[in-house]
């Protein structure tokens, strides 16, 4: 899916609303491994993105990579909701990395869900 995800951006000029949510029983390949982060910022990013969610967040560094990237570049981002498995992830390190992370919006809540 993360190879997929700088197109889905570029081309997807008016996105205000994208939501990731890692895929299970997929064998050992991890969907997030290929994660490349755009040369340039999709316009999305820049004008119109206002919500962002991640279901099934693990906190592997592919993950938090894309997210803060995500987080830094959305200017217009009003909420991001991060949402993981108790025990699955040490909330506090996941919460401390993602919280401490410079964002472009300044209006944007971070919240962060145990499902």
């Known amino acids: 899916m993360s190879y997929l995800l700088p197109r889905l951006l570029k081309d997807s000029s008016n996105l205000q609303v994208l939501e990731l949510s890692r895929m299970d029983n997929h064998g050992h390949y991890n969907d997030m491994d290929d994660w490349n982060k755009p040369s340039t910022v999709p316009e999305c990013l820049l004008l ?8 099934k967040y693990t906190g592997t560094p592919e993950e938090k990579d894309i997210a803060v990237y995500i987080l830094k570049n959305a ?41």
């Open 48 to 55: 119109s993105l206002q919500t962002f969610n991640w279901l």
């Open 75 to 115: 200017a217009h981002l009003k909420t991001a909701t991060i949402k993981y498995r108790e025990g699955q992830v040490p909330k506090f390190e996941m919460i401390k990395e993602l919280a401490l992370s410079s964002r472009a919006s300044t209006k944007c809540q971070l919240m962060f869900l145990s499902i």
